[in-house]
């Protein structure tokens, strides 16, 4: 089983800061099998970015992903109010399909 | 793009089934993944299982011995039960797409919260 390691557990921001997300998996995800995922409170998670880089549809361009291997992230390049949310990364590369614990972006 | 919406009892008792159905509007059911994933009360998500082309199922090996999902295409649903329920099933369950087998969870349903309680 692959096992995603999110870092920071919680990240304090304010709005129109940058925010550097980190997800480290327990070994190697074979073709960019790595998806983001946003989910705010009392709501479904949302699909952000899928091929560890590719941005869903609708998605604004101040989120991208980047990283291979092991190695992933999940930046916001300038946030804005609705962005602060919990984000989950997830790989598809292996069977159990697995989610990271999620990082808390909060205002602060 | 297909909507999801998850029905079924949000109460269950320890011991017995829990049953869901999510059904699939604006898109046809076959030829795509459809899967459950669970988060119970202030936790993260757990994948559970999911079927592809209405037939091939993959399970989460923490959950196999106890997880069927199946589909019914006349009715564009997709269903999952879960045996011997316990508290620790409390969640809120979501059904999802994927592409294939090989592919992100887009779209979601809203999510239904079932409660393992006596």
């Known amino acids: 089983e692959i096992v995603l390691t999110q870092s920071p557990g919680t990240l304090s921001l304010s709005p129109g800061e940058r925010a550097t997300l980190s997800c480290r998996a327990s070994?190697?995800?074979?073709?960019?099998?790595l998806a983001w995922y946003q989910q705010k409170p009392g709501q479904a998670p949302r699909l952000l970015i899928h091929?560890?880089?590719s941005r869903a549809t609708g998605i604004p361009d101040r989120f991208s992903g980047g990283g291979s291997g092991t190695d992933f992230t999940l930046t916001i390049s300038r946030l804005e109010p609705e962005d602060f949310a919990v984000y989950y990364c997830q790989q598809y590369d292996n069977s159990p399909l697995t989610f990271g614990g999620g990082t808390k972006v909060e205002i602060k | 793009q297909e909507q999801l919406q998850e029905s079924g009892p949000g109460l269950v008792k320890p011991s017995e089934t829990l049953s869901l159905t999510c059904t699939v509007s604006g898109g046809s059911i076959r030829n795509f993944c459809w899967s459950w994933i669970r988060q119970p009360p202030g936790k993260g998500l757990e994948w559970v299982g999911y079927i592809c082309d209405s037939e091939s199922t993959n399970y989460n090996p923490s959950l196999k011995s106890r997880v069927t999902i199946s589909v019914d295409t006349s009715k564009n649903q997709f269903s999952l039960r879960l045996n011997s329920v316990t508290a620790a099933d409390t969640a809120v369950y979501y059904c999802a797409r994927r592409r294939s087998m090989m592919s992100s969870f887009d779209p979601w349903g809203q999510g239904t919260l079932v409660t393992v309680s006596s």
């Open positions: 070994q190697g995800i074979r073709n960019t099998y």
């Open positions: 091929g560890a880089s």
